[in-house]
């Protein structure tokens, strides 16, 4: 065995010599040597600022658009190239199938589960809500209250859709057209399209709660200073009561839809009916955390909201006027399909290019006084 040793490696020798200068083909054309652009510039940006004691000036080259992004050339960008118009057009039926779909199948299946217990007469299994019912004498089980919950809201936030529709196109002043049609692109399409009692789980997020908490104080504050505690301390009671609600309603919807899923996919046998409702619950689950609207929220707060990281109701009212002018521009600048496209599209991404932009639309490496020569 060790007599055959040598040869073997001559003979793999050949084989490995291949590959190695194959790599090193592959390599240099994926990096050459030179130092990454982006350590570059961090090397010349930190040696030409801090070997003085002159304020630094990182972001001059970046400006905020006095015209909010809300001009034609701004407005230009949402739809220029055809990738940008596909990918728009793509989101946009997406959002559509989903506004339809997503309630459609929620309505289904709460039904369904409804007259599936109202044939059964086990007792009620564990869920917060049942408990609460047990202890007052209430016959209501949890299983139900949790449906019928869902359900609720699922035809409020459509009942709202509508609502904004009716007054785009029937109300008498101008900006109340427009601010329902902003309503009803950027905030309740949006939750038509995704809404599930688990998602009120999302609420209470560590993460969210700190943050939303701090907003609500800031608010509370500001309406303490303004001489109205009552109307800013019964928000933050508010605010809290609900956080209690959306844990409890969200925590016993999981434990539902659990239930209702391991008994289709609890079998030896699997159908294409329990296929389909896994997915649902799993789309769901998934669905918990909006990461896209977080986004976006923050967007919003560090842009209208200021130095202070609080909205107050002037600066809200500033955002509402933004939103409702994006919509009656574009309606006249595209027209209304194209409209519709680029709002049910409308993302974090494309907020921040209407607001942000470069010395003469050119980079860092191109303009910033101090920065590295372009590699």
């Known amino acids: 065995a060790t ?3 040598p040869d073997a490696l001559t003979a793999v020798a050949p084989k490995i010599g291949r590959t190695a200068a194959n790599l090193t083909h592959i390599v240099p054309a994926l990096h050459d040597g030179r130092p990454l652009p ?91 809500m049942g408990m609460a019912f047990r202890q007052i004498g209430s016959q209501v089980r ?12 699922i035809v409020a936030i459509a009942a709202v859709c509508a609502q904004c529709i009716f007054e785009a196109c029937f109300a008498r002043q101008e900006q109340t057209r427009w601010h329902s049609a902003s309503r009803l692109y950027l905030m309740w399409l949006p939750r038509l399209a995704s809404f599930n ?20 104080l800031g608010y509370l504050q500001d309406r303490v200073k303004e001489n109205y505690q009552i109307a800013g301390i019964k928000r933050f009671l508010f605010y809290l009561l609900t956080l209690v609600l959306c844990l409890i309603v969200g925590m016993d919807a999981f434990i539902v839809k659990l239930r209702v899923v391991s008994l289709y996919m609890g079998g030896r046998e699997l159908d294409l009916d329990g296929v389909g409702r896994t997915l649902l619950f799993l789309f769901q689950v998934l669905c918990i955390t909006d990461l896209g609207r977080f986004a976006k929220k923050r967007l919003e707060v560090f842009m209208f909201g200021g130095a202070d990281c609080r909205v107050s109701d002037q600066e809200k009212g500033l955002q509402f006027f933004w939103n409702a002018s994006l919509v009656k521009r574009l309606y006249k600048q595209f027209g209304c399909l194209r409209c ?35 590699v």
């Open 38 to 128: 982006r350590m570059t510039t961090l090397r010349t940006l930190w040696e030409s600022s801090h070997s003085n004691e002159e304020p630094l000036r990182v972001f001059q080259h970046l400006h905020i658009r006095p015209t909010g992004g809300l001009d034609r050339d701004a407005l230009a960008q949402l739809w220029r190239t055809p990738q940008v118009k596909a990918s728009r057009s793509l989101s946009a039926l997406s959002g559509m199938l989903f506004a339809v779909a997503n309630p459609t199948l929620i309505l289904y299946t709460d039904l369904e589960v409804l007259r599936y217990l109202g044939q059964t007469s086990h007792e009620d299994r564990v869920t917060i």
């Open 142 to 153: 949890g299983e139900e209250a949790v449906m019928i919950i869902e359900m609720t809201i």
């Open 197 to 216: 009692a688990m998602r009120l789980l999302a609420q209470v997020n560590p993460f969210v709660v700190l943050l939303q908490i701090s907003l609500e």
């Open 340 to 374: 519709l496209v680029i709002m049910l599209s409308f993302s974090d991404f494309d907020f921040q290019m209407l607001m942000l932009q470069n010395d003469e639309d050119d980079e860092i490496n191109c303009k910033h006084p101090c920065a590295a020569p372009a």
């Open 3 to 5: 007599a055959k040793r």
